[in-house]
């Protein structure tokens, strides 16, 4: 078997892709391995799964470590207990979101909402949260925010200062068919390539379909995932949302402006917080960065 530089793109693939998850604490199956493979060649064409399967067990020893459909870096055996938990912890929180967040489809202008984050991806501590991705009306999404927001409040789940575990952390709205334009990188599209959809599917394959250009050139054969585990995925508006809207109908632009202001003022805007009539992000830890950077130190030492 071939080695360092004289590794085909395959085999490259599957090292940056283990070493992208091993960064996040996380060993993969033979299913997601296919699904974010990391394209190391700008002609580099897709891999069935069973090239995928054979170019595992054909690399060579110490290379990649296996146990019982999981795969990672050899010096991570860890993550294999790991996930193991990881799993059992995420079907906690997906019962939380799927009985709590799905109401969200009656809020005015709410299009879909999404799990995203660690949640989506199988990966939930006991200390992680529940990111939530959520796709709203245009011209909407200030007055939008404020209505799921203060439904969380009142719930007492939404995450904010030192109450983290288990509640919903609302740190990212987009209008309908937005294409993003900045903070394109591996991390950002392993994140949109990771959605579960909670309810306002076609939303969501719009969002997908207006930004697979890009996310293809960090991720080789990306597809969106599956949501059949959420019975509302596929649901249209509510009817309740629909007479809602309507009776907002004649001050939501003064509401929106209203919101807007407020928002506008209060939110202070840096490289990982943006506040704009068509995306409201708020990522300030920037979890991702630190992400990147453990991933480009571990690939730099394959």
């Not at 060579?60 to 193991?84: C, I, W």
């Not at 959520?134 to 030192?162: C, N, T, W």
């Not at 309810?199 to 719009?206: D, M, P, T």
């Not at 991702?288 to 030492?301: E, M, V």
Request: charged share 20%; proline share 3%; aromatic share 12%.
């Amino acid at each position: 078997m071939t080695k360092g530089k004289n590794m085909n793109n395959l085999e490259k693939s599957i090292l940056h892709t283990l070493s992208f998850f091993s960064a996040q604490d996380l060993a993969v199956s033979l299913l997601e391995l296919h699904n974010l493979l990391i394209r190391v060649s700008k002609d580099q064409q897709p891999a069935r799964v069973g090239e995928l399967r054979d170019a595992l067990s054909g690399l060579v020893p110490g290379k990649v470590a296996s146990q019982a459909g999981l795969f990672t870096l050899p010096n991570r055996p860890d993550l294999f207990e790991r996930r193991h938990f990881t799993y059992i912890n995420t079907m906690k929180l997906f019962q939380k979101a799927n009985r709590w967040a799905t109401f969200l489809r009656h809020i005015p202008y709410v299009r879909a909402v999404c799990i995203s984050g660690s949640t989506a991806q199988m990966n939930s501590s006991d200390e992680s949260d529940i990111d939530l991705f959520i796709i709203v009306e245009p011209k909407r999404i200030f007055l939008a925010r404020v209505l799921v927001s203060l439904y969380f409040q009142l719930l007492g789940m939404r995450r904010h200062a030192d109450k983290v575990v288990e509640r919903f952390c609302l740190n990212h709205y987009i209008i309908c068919d937005l294409v993003i334009l900045e903070d394109r990188n591996h991390y950002t599209a392993m994140l949109y390539s990771s959605f579960l959809t909670l309810f306002g599917r076609s939303y969501v394959e719009e969002f997908w379909k207006a930004n697979l250009f890009w996310i293809q050139k960090y991720f080789l054969q990306a597809e969106l995932p599956s949501s059949h585990v959420f019975e509302k995925a596929e649901s249209p508006q509510s009817i309740a949302q629909k007479v809602l809207e309507i009776i907002f109908r004649p001050i939501s632009g003064i509401l929106e402006r209203l919101t807007g202001f407020y928002q506008r003022n209060r939110i202070h805007e840096s490289e990982y917080v943006t506040v704009s009539v068509n995306q409201l992000s708020f990522h300030p830890d920037s979890k991702g960065q630190r992400i990147l950077s453990k991933y480009q130190h571990i690939a730099g030492q394959l």
